[in-house]
């Protein structure tokens, strides 16, 4: 809604003030709103209060969830500004006339934390972006540590392929407490410090980087709402990923990344049916060639389904993984224990009785906890 003069201002759901004028300050580019807050209110506007738009209905829609957020009918029909301190904020000195405020576009960007230091990594993803969008969240073991800036699309002429840079913005002073190199636990005001004094320092940033990325740190897509759809950036451990190094790309650090866990799934089964190709056809029983072609059929019916996991897939996975289990058993009661011949095939009984069991509890997962749908088992990362 629109900001009128005579908008009303409230606090805590009253009518406290009103909009007495517009202006613009050049220099910042800015829009200044100039509000009258009655007396005695005026003692409740703190040097850390929060002023926020509560015009109309504030309806978000992120990778938490749906949000619906209305100050009053009046403020739906007039526009209005609300005010008041963040909870949990201890007030601070009484505001002096004509101070400034910043005014946030609604109620829950007022309670966010501002963050001074920010860092700019670049990500690449050779995976669907769609539902990646600026303002998501990168996290850390659950706890936001930045947001996504902007998703492009890249065409490179020298591959023939497309890639998708996403780049991320990280906000150090977001971690709440930091041990130093010397052992000491540094929180409040002196992490702050602590934090700034080594993010400064460019080549110290990045072989620290570096060493993060030497312990396998990771980006990887997740999704944050099934409803929606709306993915996220986790940034997790990953010690078996194959050795990386940082790169420069105009002028950001370009961040390694690990495929999904359904994506890596797709990849094994692509890795089973390669090795059932080179099962030797001609010198084994029809017993075991038919088993193999019904193997190879049901891998790529769990291939096809498993770029596309939901609840209405996982039924159909697990049927699949049932018929893949008793194939599995003739194959393992057709073969000699001690055949040399039928070697190969015991090795890829082998393997695909690991990749059932490794699919069986990534759908176990999904169907306990249906939010999780591309978090794979903890330490499944082949």
């Known amino acids: 809604g629109s900001l009128d003069i005579g908008a009303p201002v409230y606090y805590r759901g009253i009518k406290v003030g009103q909009v007495v004028q517009y202006d613009f300050d050049e220099q910042a580019e800015a829009v200044l709103i100039k509000v009258f807050i009655n007396d005695p209110f005026q003692q409740k506007v703190r040097q850390n209060t929060r002023f926020w738009n509560a015009s109309g209905i504030d309806l978000t829609m992120d990778a938490t969830g749906v949000k619906l957020d209305t100050q009053s009918l009046v403020s739906i029909m007039l526009g209005g500004v609300a005010f008041d301190l963040r909870p949990h904020d201890q007030p601070g000195p009484q505001a002096e006339a004509d101070s400034k405020f910043t005014l946030y576009a609604d109620h829950e960007s007022s309670q966010a934390d501002q963050y001074a230091l920010k860092r700019y990594y670049l990500m690449y993803f050779n995976q669907s972006v769609r539902g990646l969008t600026p303002g998501a969240p990168v996290e850390i073991m659950g706890i936001k540590v930045g947001e996504v800036v902007s998703v492009e699309l890249l065409y490179d002429f020298q591959e023939v392929d497309f890639r998708i840079p996403v780049l991320i913005v990280l906000e150090p002073e977001r971690i709440h407490a930091v ?23 460019i080549d110290e940033n990045f072989a620290r980087n570096q060493a993060l990325v030497s312990k396998g740190l990771r980006g990887q897509l997740k999704i944050g709402n099934l409803l929606t759809g709306q993915l996220y950036i986790d940034l997790a451990f990953y010690p078996d990923a194959p050795p990386r190094s940082l790169t420069m790309e105009d002028g950001y650090v370009v961040f390694p990344t690990v495929a999904a866990p359904l994506e890596q799934i ?15 056809f001609g010198k084994i029983s029809q017993e075991l060639q038919r088993a193999v072609t019904e193997l190879t059929a049901a891998l790529k019916e769990i291939k096809s389904v498993s770029g596309k996991v939901n609840q209405e897939t996982i039924p159909k996975l697990n049927a699949t993984l049932e018929r893949l289990e008793e194939t599995l058993t003739g194959v393992e009661s057709t073969l000699g224990p001690d055949s040399a011949l039928n070697y190969n095939a015991r090795q890829i009984a082998a393997e695909l009785a690991m990749t059932i069991r490794s699919i069986r509890s990534l759908l176990s997962y999904l169907e306990r906890d249906p939010q999780a749908l591309i978090l794979g088992k903890e330490g499944d990362k082949q």
């Open 179 to 201: 041990i130093t190199e010397e052992g000491e636990l540094v929180k409040g005001e002196a992490r702050e410090k602590t934090i700034e004094e080594n993010v400064d320092d």
């Open 266 to 280: 797709v990849h094994r089964v692509d890795n089973i049916l390669k090795q059932v190709e080179q099962v030797p």
